[in-house]
């Protein structure tokens, strides 16, 4: 009998239970009418892990999937979608972390779509795939190092080959703010580590050396040239440089295409290597078009910059690897690398702490060794808002109220006035402890804020916090307004959606995105100006649903929503039009599925309504619209001398939002009244087990 090939997906998921120790697979088959990465992930937590499950109990999973373009040769398919429960914000409901590097072509690359870790090992371990042969190793030896340390222990232990994916001393210890890091500072954060670390499973190791079947590979190489040729811009698909080029008919200030003559990798290996002008068509410049280094931290990191990194598949290489001797002093690392919040955090602490540091270079090293103690300890900063929280809560003398003498004396925080960033070192790895007070920093806002007996900061515009459930705001309100807010409360964590962003902040004029928005979303008013925004309409829903299923689509795939969607383009012969038919061009390519687009959008808001319907089901209602879906108050009051729909602020008005927030329930075809899936509903999306069993709990509306 003649087996049939499996184009784009693997085939296969591997299980490990740790428990048990037993090791299994599955077929991927039941799984695709979620496509992969995300909506597979979501599915296994739906079908598995029941509502009101602890996140560190060993019945919650955690879940690395990939999906059908992954490892296939489409560009920008390197990312993974890691699912499993919040042990940060309300309900510990079901959440999505993302990260790139290499851990998911390596998954893939070795013959599975997902990789499921159940239970709990009595002891340290980790798990130690190559292809077909998967072992549960001891990793007590590594247990407690950093992740730098552990990453060159298993590789050379293991293979060079291999991406170790690991946790650090943060997730080790079950602080909630914690990542799973791969490919040394490739982050998935969330919480992940801790849900890890309650496994006592310290890595994920994995070499792939088979290959990904596709069904027409002269299509995908045709597709990309085209792609990479007309289509892509810089980071965040950002389609015109930051400074005037002689090639260029527009440029904006805030673009990431910020290559330009005169600006160098200045501490390249050989010697310094000019960015240039790279132009749009020029296949081997497309990497110099992101310089991220002096984007996120000034024209003091240029001699400071050895290239830019990225993930597998990835030309625009948006990842900041730089070198310093400086942070080598302080943390014994010279070497770092990440890419935008970690990169800036010295100025989001400073706007509280005040330390009247002015010397650039001393700024710089700051946050290089702010950002290289993070990632070694495995300690996520929740979009800023770790810092954020720390910076209020140390000027207000919250912290030495709260923390014990002893705890408070150990660190010297004169250092903060004197120019000493090795206070960070020593700070941060009190926190990653978990068990100082200063640690419940780490637990979330939600925690501190309840246990210290500060909630009034949830209304204080510096807050950073968008849901009162414990999130940051990402991309919301402050960026593409009632788009961008309405985003940012459908999931449970911070939404990591940029899909709007992308194209808002791409550079072009206002005029002709106002012409692009009505051509996609039916009206120029889809389109405000930056920082001058109008009431809520129509348009405006229909951007919004495509803002969430684009990404959704890009995290089930799996692609980077960093620079796809391809809704604009950098070419003028193209009249600066992208092409958003090019997720379902390369589907067919890879899977030999001729899709539209418009049926990959059906199944990425079947996707998002399978997470919905997890939600109330971990919450026990459906009226997730006045249980859920709330905005803290500072969004509402900020700027109180100020209206709504005022240019230069971006203050939202509450009887807007609630519209906002049913005409985009109205897209996904939710009830428009309490935001839930109904009957109808599931119908639609071909859901008759979720429908089935929301029935019997009286979950429907």
Same mark, same amino acid.
């Given at each position: ?138 990793? %007590? ?5 950093? *992740? ?34 791969? =490919? ?10 801790? *849900? ?27 597709? %990309? ?43 390249? @290996? ?12 020029? +296949? ?77 270079? %001393?700024?710089?090293?700051?946050? +290089? ?32 109220? *709260? ?32 068990? =100082?007070?200063? =640690?419940? #920093? ?212 509450? @009887? ?23 009957? @109808?509903? #599931? ?15 009286? #979950?429907?509306?």
């Amino acid at each position: 009998m003649t087996e049939t090939v499996s184009y784009g997906w693997a085939g296969k998921i591997l299980r490990v239970d740790l428990t048990t120790r037993s090791i299994t697979t599955e077929p991927t088959e039941p799984y695709k009418h979620y496509i992969g990465g995300m909506g597979l992930a979501n599915k296994i937590m739906y079908d598995e892990v029941p509502a009101g499950t602890d996140p560190f109990a060993p019945e919650n999973k955690i879940i690395f999937a990939v999906g059908p373009l992954t490892a296939s040769g489409v560009p920008l398919a390197g990312r993974t979608t890691i699912g499993t429960l919040s042990p940060i914000t309300e309900g510990h409901l079901v959440i999505d972390a993302h990260c790139g590097g290499m851990i998911g072509a390596r998954i893939k690359l070795a013959g599975y779509d997902a990789v499921v870790i159940e239970g709990k090992s009595e002891t340290p371990c980790y798990i130690n795939v190559v292809d077909d042969a998967v072992e549960i190793k001891d990793a %007590s030896d590594v247990w407690g190092m950093g *992740v730098r340390a552990t990453t060159e222990a298993l590789t050379r232990r293991e293979s060079t080959r291999a991406c170790v994916a690991t946790i650090g001393p943060a997730g080790e210890n079950l602080l909630p703010y914690s990542t799973i890091m791969n =490919s040394r500072n490739h982050s998935a954060g969330a919480g992940c580590g801790a *849900v890890m670390g309650s496994k006592n499973c310290k890595a994920l190791v994995v070499e792939g050396n088979g290959s990904v079947q596709v069904a027409d590979p002269q299509a995908v190489a045709e597709l %990309s040239d085209y792609m990479l040729k007309e289509l892509i811009g810089s980071n965040n698909n950002h389609v015109v440089p930051s400074t005037q080029q002689e090639w260029a008919e527009y440029y904006d200030e805030s673009s990431r295409w910020t290559a330009r003559k005169g600006l160098f990798w200045g501490a390249a @290996e050989g010697g310094p290597v000019e960015t240039g002008e790279p132009k749009p068509g020029e +296949l081997n410049t497309i990497g110099y078009r992101c310089m991220k280094a002096t984007k996120d931290l000034g024209a003091e990191a240029e001699p400071y910059t050895v290239k830019m990194g990225g993930c597998h598949g990835c030309p625009i290489h948006c990842h900041a690897d730089m070198i310093s001797k400086g942070a080598a002093d302080i943390t014994g690392m010279g070497t770092v690398g990440n890419t935008c919040t970690a990169m800036s955090i010295y100025r989001r602490f400073d706007s509280f702490l005040k330390t009247g540091l002015k010397d650039k270079e %001393s700024i710089l090293v700051w946050n +290089l060794v702010l950002g290289s103690t993070m990632d070694d300890l495995g300690l996520w900063e929740g979009y800023g808002q770790l810092w954020i929280d720390f910076g209020w809560t140390y000027s207000q003398g919250i912290l030495e109220e *709260v923390m014990s003498p002893e705890d408070w004396a150990s660190i010297d925080w004169t250092k903060f006035y004197n120019d000493d960033p090795s206070v960070a070192v020593d700070f941060l790895k009190l926190i990653a402890s978990n068990k =100082s007070e200063l =640690s419940y #920093l780490g637990h979330g806002t939600l925690v501190w804020t309840k246990r210290w007996g500060h909630e009034e900061w949830f209304k204080n515009e510096k807050c950073h916090n968008i849901s009162p459930r414990g999130w940051a705001v990402h991309h919301g309100n402050d960026d593409s307004y009632q788009v961008g807010a309405v985003t940012n409360m459908l999931f449970n964590r911070d939404p990591m959606v940029h899909s709007a962003t992308n194209f808002l902040r791409n550079g072009l004029p206002l005029e002709l995105q106002k012409e692009i928005g009505a051509e996609l979303w039916g009206s120029p008013d889809a389109v405000d100006g930056p920082d001058n925004f109008t009431p809520m309409n129509e348009y405006k829903a229909r951007f919004c649903w495509w803002n969430v299923v684009t990404d959704v689509l890009h995290d089930s795939l799996t692609l980077c929503n960093w620079v796809w969607p391809m809704a604009a383009s950098p070419t003028k012969a193209r009249n600066y039009r992208g092409d958003l038919d090019m997720e379902a061009k390369f589907f067919k390519a890879v899977t030999g599925e001729d899709v539209t687009i418009d049926e990959l959008y059906h199944r990425a808001a079947r996707i998002m309504t399978l997470q919905r319907a997890n939600t109330l089901r971990g919450m026990g209602t459906n009226d997730l619209r006045h249980e859920h879906d709330v905005l803290c108050d500072w969004v509402y009051d900020v700027d109180p001398d100020i209206e709504p729909f005022t240019e230069g602020t971006t203050k939202m008005e509450r @009887e807007d939002f609630q519209k906002a927030l049913g005409m985009v329930y109205r897209e996904f075809k939710w009830d428009e009244e309490k935001g839930c899936p109904t009957a @109808e509903t #599931l119908d639609f999306y071909d859901m008759p087990d979720v429908k089935e069993e929301l029935q019997a709990l009286g #979950l429907l509306a």
